[in-house]
């Protein structure tokens, strides 16, 4: 494996979504996380599928909506800061508010 690529089940078991590698694999073998790159977007589909930096992934975990933009790959599974290094999270935008009846004075 190059510095160029990771698996998708390794990198979110040591980006630390996932208690152990096989939980991870079976995570996406079962299409529940949505990942985008560049113009392309679509579901995961295998646990070998390799990830780059850049790749976008949603999906559901532990009642929360996960979006995140991977930014590097790790060596290892390290301690929660050194997880938190591989990915930044991606905010929602608000959701949008009705102006009606409201006026401008």
Known sequence: MTDASC???VWL???RF????????RFVDEGRIRHAR??????LDKASRALKVGDR????????LVDVRI?????????AVEAQALYSRLEAPPPETPSAGVQNS
């Not at 930014?71 to 301690?79: D, I, L, M, N, T």
């Open 71 to 79: 930014e590097a790959f790790g060596e290892r599974r390290g301690p």
């Open 13 to 15: 078991w040591r980006a």
């Open 57 to 64: 992934l949603v999906f559901a975990l532990g009642g929360r």
């Open 7 to 9: 698996r998708a089940d």
């Open 18 to 25: 996932f208690k152990t590698r096989s939980m991870a694999a």
């Open 38 to 43: 560049g113009a392309s977007e679509g579901r």
